[in-house]
């Protein structure tokens, strides 16, 4: 949804046939890679079983664990040009202090920082690392499951996503010249969006899709983080970037593996 090598992606790999299959498929998609190859460690895989509109994962993370602020400071020059900054939630499990980094300079900068709750159990056993995040997020996406985790997990007495969406908007924020924005996917109930000192959060429709077309729900949310962000990217409105999120949800669902 950007051009071509607009996006730098940082990570981290091994040295053998499946980091040679990423950065081949990534090279075609125009996606630039920046990986910290580790030579002792394979690269991650993931086992995906679907069954109808259901699915279960088995991973084996492997060298995504291993990821080092260091390889983030040696290629700190893509850091410096970008305008906008995304976390996957899973990357607080390996390496905080690269996080961290981050954030603190979007926030000296007035760059835009967004986080992905990513799931539920990031919630319940790394709280401490989302909440040590949380003054930096511009923007935090997740869905009503990770927002209902992170509710049970803060004690805040509420399973209402709109009420969980405005206390994520409200929560201390480091970078006081731009709103947070909490953005709450449901599935096909309407998108929440709660934006930091406004009382009533917007809600907005999905883009619905017959059951029949459905071919695998992996990767939905972040393929609507994806749609949201280059919306941002491109300094759409608010309507258009949820709409954008939607849009690219609904085609990647009707794919199988994510689009």
């Known amino acids: 949804m950007l051009p071509a090598d607009s996006v730098a992606f940082f990570g981290c790999v091994g ?9 081949k498929e990534n090279e075609k998609a125009g996606l630039h890679t920046v990986y910290r190859v580790d030579e002792k460690t394979p690269t991650g895989r993931c086992g995906v079983v679907i069954t109808g509109h259901n699915r279960s994962m088995c991973t084996d993370l492997a060298a995504a664990n291993e990821y080092k602020i260091e390889h983030l400071k040696e290629q700190w020059n893509y850091v410096e040009n970008a ?15 690269a996080v961290m980094a981050l954030g603190e300079e979007a926030a000296s900068k007035n760059k835009i920082f967004t986080m992905n709750l990513s799931a539920p159990f990031i919630q319940q056993f ?19 499951s990770e927002a209902l985790a992170y509710a049970e997990a803060h004690s805040l007495d509420t399973k209402d996503t709109v009420e969980i969406a405005k206390h994520l908007a409200n929560l201390p924020k480091k970078n006081s010249q731009r709103k947070r924005m909490a953005v709450i996917t449901q599935g096909t109930d309407p998108t929440i969006v709660a934006v930091q000192g406004e009382d009533k959060p917007r809600q907005f429709p999905v883009h619905q899709i017959e059951k029949s077309k459905i071919c695998d729900t992996l990767g939905a949310g972040d ?15 608010l309507e258009t970037c949820v709409d954008m999120g939607s849009w690219l949800a609904k085609l990647g669902i009707q794919e199988l593996g994510p689009a």
């Open 15 to 23: 040295k053998d046939k499946y980091a040679d299959i990423l950065s």
């Open 83 to 97: 305008k906008v900054y995304y976390v996957g939630g899973f990357h607080l499990t390996v390496s905080v202090p």
């Open 126 to 144: 790394f709280k401490d690392a989302v909440d040590g995040t949380a003054p930096y997020w511009d923007y935090v996406i997740g869905n009503e």
């Open 223 to 237: 393929a609507f983080a994806g749609g949201f962000l280059a919306g941002v990217v491109e300094g759409k409105d």
